[in-house]
């Protein structure tokens, strides 16, 4: 591969980087070609873009973003392959439905909401991440239910007030 083609490359996953928050760095290796096409299929159902890619090339594009990646470099061993997604904790659950059925892929590591998470053992912790629109959702559930305790307590105090004023009404 030559020079010019390589560089092509680097910029290309360092514009994938910036136009997608998240992304997991996973090894696939030894999967035969019905079970990469079957994570490739699922990836595709849940809007996460699969990449294989030469370590040196990921890590130079690392080192053109503005954001620190160096708590990622060791784990650039070996078979890489980068889950681009726009939904921080999709490829987590993503992986461990597939693992129900197969070994791999296994997580390398992670780069979740502004942070780095490295190992294996992250994995449960990357599946329970809320994202945005989980968080959001959260939050707006919160603030309604004081506010339907609020007008549910004036319905049914509005109601016994009418209630006594009928019933003073009809004394006089």
Do not use: W
Request: with cysteine.
């Amino acid at each position: 591969m030559r020079r010019d083609e390589k560089q092509q490359i680097v910029e290309s996953i360092a514009q994938q980087i910036r136009e997608n928050n998240h992304f997991y760095l996973t090894d696939t290796a030894g999967l035969d070609a019905e079970a990469t096409s079957l994570l490739r299929r699922k990836c595709f159902e849940k809007n996460i873009e699969l990449v294989v890619v030469k370590n040196t090339l990921l890590k130079r594009a690392f080192e053109q973003l503005d954001n620190d990646y160096s708590e990622l470099y060791d784990v650039l061993k070996g078979s890489t392959t980068v889950m681009f997604t726009e939904v921080g904790n999709a490829p987590a659950k993503l992986i461990k439905e597939f693992r129900k059925k197969a070994d791999k892929p296994v997580l390398k590591g992670a780069f979740v909401e502004e942070c780095a998470y490295v190992g294996e053992n992250q994995l449960e912790t990357l599946a329970t991440v809320k994202s945005k629109d989980e968080l959001i959702g959260d939050i707006v559930a919160l603030l309604q239910s004081p506010m339907k305790n609020v007008v549910s307590a004036l319905q049914s105090s509005g109601q016994t007030i009418v209630g006594v004023l009928k019933t003073l009404s009809e004394k006089e």
